[in-house]
């Protein structure tokens, strides 16, 4: 099953007014870009995370897998 979250961060005011501004300038989404960069940030960083879910000792790590 593919279920979708939200997610909400707190950043300042000029930096979302300036992320938003460059998102429209390249004409793409806000949402978009964030997506992209969690898919490249868990591509390149999430095998070690999931790795070391298998070797935890605590056995609710590997059951809420």
């Given amino acids: 099953m593919n279920q979708e979250s939200g997610l909400r961060i707190r950043v300042q005011d000029t930096l979302r007014r300036d992320f938003i501004d460059t998102c ?3 004409d ?3 949402a978009q870009v964030l997506r992209a960069f969690m898919r490249s ?3 390149e960083y999430g ?3 999931r790795q070391g879910r298998l ?3 605590d056995s609710s790590a590997v059951a809420a897998q």
Avoid: H
């Fill in 55 to 57: 070797f935890s000792d």
């Fill in 24 to 26: 429209k300038g390249r």
């Fill in 47 to 49: 095998a070690s995370v």
């Fill in 28 to 30: 793409t989404t806000a």
């Fill in 41 to 43: 940030y868990v591509e």
